[in-house]
C-alpha cells in the first residue's frame, strides 16, 4: 500500500553539508576495493552536495510503499519504506536523473551500457534493514554488472560477506550524498546487508542505479 508522508525521527545534518546547493561533484575520487572472486567495490563519500536537502524533498516526493511479504507460514511486513522507477519512468528529482547519467558515462567503458532502473528505499530508524542477499534477479545471476547506491540521510552500516559464508568482511557507514557501486561479480560470489542497530539513529534513503534486466 501506498505510505502518507512518513514520519520519521529527526535528521542529524551533516557538519560538512549545510547548504541547499544540490549538485554532484566530479567522479575524479572514486576509490577502488578487489574483493576475492573478481568482485569489487568504488567508494567516494560525500559525491552530492546538499544531500541532506534533497533527502528532504525525496522524503515529500515519492510515493513510499509499505509491502509485505510472505515468511515461512506468515505474512511479514518489510522493514523499510519502497519505491521503483523503471526503465523510463521519470525520476522524482533532476539530481537524480543528473547521477544516473554521470554514472552511465563513467562507467561505460566498464560496463559497457546504461544504468536505466531506480529503486529507493526509506529506513525509517535503526530497525528497519535488508538482510544478506545478493541481486541475483535477471543477468546478475550469470553475468558481471554493476549496481550503484547513492545514500542520504544519517549514515547506516552497508556490510559485505562472501557468498560462501564467514563473518562480515567490510562495512561502509553510507550516508549524506556517499557513493558506493558494487561492480565484477559482486552479486554472485558477495552478499550485502543494512543491518538493524540499537544506536539511535536517523532516516536514510538509499538510491540504487541499475542496468536493463538486472534485479
Given at each position: 500500500?501506498?505510505?502518507?508522508?512518513?514520519?520519521?525521527?529527526?535528521?542529524?545534518?551533516?557538519?560538512?553539508?549545510?547548504?541547499?546547493?544540490?549538485?554532484?561533484?566530479?567522479?575524479?575520487?572514486?576509490?577502488?576495493?578487489?574483493?576475492?572472486?573478481?568482485?569489487?567495490?568504488?567508494?567516494?563519500?560525500?559525491?552530492?552536495?546538499?544531500?541532506?536537502?534533497?533527502?528532504?524533498?525525496?522524503?515529500?516526493?515519492?510515493?513510499?510503499?509499505?509491502?509485505?511479504?510472505a515468511m515461512y507460514d506468515n505474512v511479514?511486513?518489510?522493514?523499510?519504506?519502497?519505491?521503483?522507477?523503471?526503465?523510463?519512468?521519470?525520476?522524482?528529482?533532476?539530481?537524480?536523473?543528473?547521477?544516473?547519467?554521470?554514472?552511465?558515462?563513467?562507467?561505460?567503458?566498464?560496463?559497457?551500457?546504461?544504468?536505466?532502473?531506480?529503486?529507493?528505499?526509506?529506513?525509517?530508524?535503526?530497525?528497519?534493514?535488508?538482510?544478506?542477499?545478493?541481486?541475483r534477479t535477471g543477468r546478475s545471476a550469470?553475468?558481471?554488472t554493476m549496481v550503484a547506491i547513492l545514500?542520504?540521510?544519517?549514515?547506516?552500516?552497508?556490510?559485505?560477506?562472501?557468498?560462501?559464508?564467514?563473518?562480515?568482511?567490510?562495512?561502509?557507514?553510507?550516508?549524506?550524498?556517499?557513493?558506493?557501486?558494487?561492480?565484477?561479480?559482486?552479486?554472485?560470489?558477495?552478499?550485502?546487508?543494512?543491518?538493524?542497530?540499537?544506536?539511535?539513529?536517523?532516516?536514510?534513503?538509499?538510491?540504487?542505479?541499475?542496468?536493463?534486466?538486472?534485479?
Amino acid at each position: 500500500m501506498t505510505a502518507a508522508r512518513p514520519d520519521l525521527p529527526g535528521l542529524q545534518g551533516s557538519l560538512f553539508d549545510q547548504g541547499d546547493d544540490i549538485r554532484l561533484g566530479p567522479l575524479d575520487g572514486l576509490r577502488r576495493t578487489e574483493l576475492a572472486g573478481g568482485a569489487w567495490i568504488d567508494h567516494l563519500p560525500g559525491w552530492l552536495h546538499g544531500a541532506d536537502a534533497l533527502f528532504e524533498e525525496l522524503v515529500e516526493r515519492v510515493p513510499w510503499q509499505a509491502e509485505e511479504r510472505a515468511m515461512y507460514d506468515n505474512v511479514v511486513a518489510v522493514p523499510r519504506l519502497l519505491a521503483y522507477y523503471r526503465e523510463g519512468a521519470p525520476l522524482p528529482h533532476p539530481a537524480l536523473t543528473e547521477a544516473r547519467e554521470a554514472l552511465g558515462t563513467h562507467y561505460a567503458p566498464e560496463l559497457g551500457e546504461p544504468f536505466v532502473s531506480a529503486g529507493l528505499c526509506l529506513y525509517r530508524d535503526g530497525r528497519d534493514s535488508v538482510a544478506w542477499h545478493g541481486d541475483r534477479t535477471g543477468r546478475s545471476a550469470t553475468q558481471d554488472t554493476m549496481v550503484a547506491i547513492l545514500s542520504l540521510g544519517d549514515p547506516r552500516d552497508l556490510a559485505l560477506r562472501p557468498r560462501s559464508g564467514g563473518p562480515t568482511a567490510l562495512r561502509l557507514p553510507l550516508g549524506h550524498g556517499d557513493l558506493v557501486v558494487m561492480g565484477g561479480s559482486c552479486q554472485r560470489t558477495w552478499e550485502h546487508a543494512v543491518p538493524k542497530t540499537s544506536r539511535a539513529v536517523g532516516p536514510r534513503i538509499s538510491v540504487q542505479f541499475r542496468p536493463r534486466g538486472v534485479g
